[in-house]
């Protein structure tokens, strides 16, 4: 496509999907106005409650034997000996060299 054409198109379209959000958000503001009220009213029991199911959660986990979540220093390791394990089986393998 041609850059002219393309640009002619591509400013169209954003103009379009501008348009298109404010549209929509006209369309959906009462409902997300509900939602939020909710949210205000009631935003100390919904953190009790996101505070149980979190803590419900890992106690599952824990049970089930999967244990804690792992940390970003745990997770290298563990990466830098996977890739330290493939180093070495490439080493020791045989080359094959093909005609």
């Known amino acids: 496509m041609r850059p002219l054409p393309f640009f002619v198109l591509n400013i169209t379209g954003t103009f379009v999907r501008i348009g298109l ?3 929509i958000g006209d369309l959906l503001a009462d409902p997300i106005r509900s939602i939020v009220s909710f949210i205000t009213d009631y935003q100390w029991y919904l953190t009790g409650i996101t505070f149980t199911l979190v803590a419900l959660s890992l106690v599952r986990q ?6 804690p979540v792992q940390s970003v220093d745990e997770l290298e390791d563990e990466l830098a000996s ?4 493939i180093t070495a089986e490439r080493e020791d ?7």
């Open 21 to 23: 959000i404010f549209v």
């Open 62 to 67: 824990g049970f089930r034997g999967r244990g």
């Open 82 to 85: 996977a890739q330290a394990e």
């Open 93 to 99: 393998a045989p080359v094959h060299d093909v005609p």
